[in-house]
Structure formats: structure tokens, C-alpha cells
């Protein structure tokens, strides 16, 4: 299980609103909650990366809690993220290519099967991801509360 650990931002009746907190700062722009990046902050604004999870252990807002996810369902999703479009795409330019077997028009005809596929892609991981939010493996789970030495490393972080 991959454990990493959380701030309690709100709660909603037994639902956790959960922030990660980095051990690290990022090396571009030196904040540990967030992007600090001026170009990136200015494009998407600095929204923190909020998540839900099932409050097993009555934590507090303010709180820093443990939290978890098992490997294969993190393999699994990064799998369905990144190699399922791709192998789509190939298959689609592949396709594009052999089907329309056109000489002059060969080149166009691979960028437009790949595009098709790409586009069947996202459409398969928009369905895919829907689906997977009813599976209790691919949710983050909370393990429990966190050392007091974290939580004293947070709130010098937070100031």
C-alpha cells in the first residue's frame, strides 16, 4: 500500500475532504502546498489537489491523517491513463494506413486513424473512469492519524 500523508480540510458527514501534503517542496517553485508557479498559477490558478475519503477514524478538520491506496490499483490506472490511449492511437494510425491505402494521400489518412483512435481513447478512459468510481479499490483510504512529528513539520509548512 502507498501511504502518504493528509491535511483534513472539511468534513461532510462521514466524508473526509483531504489535501496531500508534499515532504518536499517542488524544486521549480519552492511550495509544499500547491503550484507556486508563476505561468502555471497564472493558466490554472493555484487550486490545491482536494480528495475525498471514507473518515474512519473520526479525524478533525486540521488534522493530518494517513492515507492510502494499494500499488496495483495505482499500476492499474496509470495502465488505463497512459498505455490504453496510446496503444489506440497506434492501432489508429496503423489502420488508417492499411485501410485507406491510398499513395498520395497515405500520410493524412495515418494522422486522421490516429487522431480516431486517440479520440476512441478518451472516450473508452472517460467511460472507464465513470465505472471506476464505484470500485472501492481505486479509493483512497484513510489508515489512520499521523505522528506528531508530521504534524509539526505540517504547520511550520502551512506558516
Not at 491510398?102 to 486517440?118: I, K, P, Q
Request: include cysteine; glycine fraction near 8%; charged fraction near 15%.
Amino acid at each position: 500500500m502507498i501511504q502518504e500523508s493528509a491535511v483534513v480540510i472539511s468534513i461532510d458527514h462521514d466524508i473526509a475532504h483531504l489535501e496531500i501534503i508534499r515532504n518536499k517542496p517542488c524544486g521549480l517553485c519552492g511550495q509544499s502546498r500547491g503550484c507556486g508557479i508563476s505561468i502555471w498559477g497564472r493558466l490554472f490558478g493555484h487550486r490545491p489537489n482536494i480528495f475525498k475519503a471514507q473518515n474512519t477514524v473520526n479525524a478533525s478538520v486540521d488534522q493530518v491523517v494517513v492515507v492510502g491506496i494499494e500499488e496495483d490499483a495505482l499500476l492499474w490506472s496509470s495502465f488505463a491513463v497512459y498505455g490504453i490511449p496510446l496503444a489506440l492511437l497506434i492501432v489508429g494510425a496503423a489502420l488508417g494506413n492499411s485501410v485507406f491505402a491510398d499513395d498520395l494521400h497515405a500520410d493524412r489518412n495515418t494522422a486522421l486513424g490516429a487522431l480516431l483512435g486517440l479520440f476512441v481513447g478518451y472516450v473508452w478512459l472517460k467511460i472507464h473512469s465513470q465505472a471506476s468510481t464505484l470500485n472501492a479499490r481505486y479509493r483512497p483510504v484513510i489508515l489512520g492519524l499521523a505522528e506528531q512529528s508530521s504534524i509539526v513539520n505540517v504547520q511550520c509548512k502551512k506558516r
